[in-house]
């Protein structure tokens, strides 16, 4: 029984050890935080600002998109409802002229039909938006070893959601005094990590982040709005996180609607039903 007890007690301390180990090794990090203004597509009746929309999928468009892939999302859903380049003359998003526009500057990999040699032609308002890369291996070989993740639902993916988009591109600062950053690493208090080894004091007082592989991706005028809007960093980066948190969900405005209506018919249901309890039985004795 002795024997028994002790093998128990080795196994609990070591399944003690095995779960509190991972938790030891994450640091702390600053909570992410929006734009002052805050977000306008968050609550249930917030909707997304087209040009908001447009301007951050520019920002996508022509800095992200170099790295990071969006292969769940088809460039005809960048004409549909609610969507940045939507056009009521246009309800089919195929034929929407901006759509077919902005699938033609993509190319993708095909074969000829004639020799079935692989050739590249332009994407079409049903293809995926296509990966920078032709394969996982080319993404890390490009990167110093990192991923890049795709950005198709990277909102959803992440703590704080768009938030956290707008604080990590916006949170690259020098790092402090007795902080030892790795060459072709970049420190941001925003990214998950552990800063500790890197650290030179006190464990407990290691400073809040982590390291990441990407440079900072915006600088001041980067992009050149076509509405004229400002481009600083904090712009770009609300844009840009207001793209990613619409591309997450394209028909969140949609699903929003439809819930209305339907929570609408149920009280109408539920006042109908009500009424004809009383009618039925107002002259029943209970």
């Not at 028994?4 to 909570?31: D, M, N, R, W, Y």
């Not at 306008?40 to 087209?50: L, R, S, V």
Request: aromatic share 12%; net charge negative; glycine share 10%.
């Amino acid at each position: 029984m002795r024997l028994v007890s002790a093998l128990t007690a080795c196994v609990a301390a070591a399944s003690f050890i095995a779960i509190a180990q991972p938790a030891s090794a994450e640091g702390k990090v600053l909570h992410p935080h929006g734009p002052h203004e805050g977000w306008e597509f968050e609550g249930p009746f917030g909707t997304f600002d087209q040009n908001a929309l447009q301007r951050g999928y520019k920002v996508y468009r022509e800095v992200c998109a170099s790295c990071h892939g969006m292969k769940l999302l088809s460039f005809r859903n960048l004409g549909q409802k609610g969507a940045p380049f939507f056009d009521e003359a246009y309800p089919d998003e195929n034929s929407n002229p901006k759509v077919k526009q902005i699938a033609s500057e993509y190319m993708v990999a095909a074969f000829d039909e004639e020799t079935g040699d692989p050739i590249q032609v332009a994407a079409t308002t049903v293809t995926a938006f296509p990966s920078p890369y032709a394969n996982e291996a080319a993404a890390r070989g490009s990167n110093g070893g990192a991923l890049p993740p795709d950005l198709s639902v990277i909102t959803k993916a992440r703590h704080g959601g768009a938030s956290y988009i707008y604080s990590l591109l916006t949170g690259y600062v020098s790092p402090p005094a007795g902080l030892t950053v790795s060459p072709g690493l970049y420190y941001n208090p925003f990214f998950p990590g552990d800063t500790k080894p890197q650290w030179a004091g006190d464990p407990r007082e290691a400073p809040a982040g982590g390291f990441l592989a990407m440079a900072p991706p915006l600088r001041e005028g980067l992009v050149v709005f076509d509405d004229g809007t400002a481009s600083t960093v904090e712009q770009m980066s609300a844009d840009v996180a207001t793209f990613l948190a619409w591309a997450g969900e394209p028909k969140a405005e949609t699903r929003r609607m439809m819930g209305f209506s339907v929570i609408g018919y149920l009280l109408i249901m539920a006042g109908l039903t009500y009424a004809s309890y009383r009618r039925i039985w107002r002259n029943i004795q209970h």
